[in-house]
C-alpha cells in the first residue's frame, strides 16, 4: 500500500509539467497521463467501495498472467477504456482536485475487505490485493511514460 501512496506522491511532483508534450514518447501530455492515472485509481478504488465482497469469485485469466509474470504494460498496445479517458485539457487546479480524492481514497483502500473487487476489461474481476498490484502496475507505467516526457523535452 505505501507503494502506492509513493507513486501518488510522484504523480503530484509532475504537476507543474503539466502541459509538457514529447509527441516521440507520446501523443498525450504529462497532465493527460496525470489526469487518467488518477481516473483510474479514483474510480477503481470507488468501484472496490461499491463491490459485495461475496460475490467475489476468482476466475483464471491468461491475460492477467501474462502482465503479472512480465510485470509491466507493454507501451501502445491498449488503449485506455472511455470511461477513463480525460474529456478535456488538464489543468493544475483539476489534478490537485483528483489527486486529493486520490489520497483520500488510498486512505479507505485500507478499510476494504479483502474480497471487494472490480472488474477489469481484460483481467476480469480482480480482488483487493490484485486491485492494489495492478494500480501500482498501471501507475508506475504512467510514471514512466511521465519521466521520458519530462526528460527528453
Known sequence: MSNLKTLVNQLESYIANYEKV??????????WHI???????????DQLKKSNPEQYKWQFNWNRIFIQIINKIPRGKVKAPKVVQ???PATAALLISKLEIAKNSLVDLETL????????????????????WFLNLHTNHHLKIIKDIAHNV
Not at 22 to 31: R, Y
Not at 35 to 45: A, E, F, K
Not at 113 to 132: E, Q, R, V
Open 113 to 132: 475487505n479483502a474480497n471487494s473487487y472490480f472488474t477489469h476489461p481484460y483481467f476480469g474481476d480482480l480482488n483487493l490485493k490484485k486491485t492494489i
Open 22 to 31: 514529447n509527441l516521440t514518447v507520446s501523443q498525450s501530455s504529462i497532465g
Open 35 to 45: 489526469d487518467h492515472s488518477l481516473m483510474v485509481i479514483n474510480g477503481i478504488i
Open 86 to 88: 480525460p474529456l478535456e
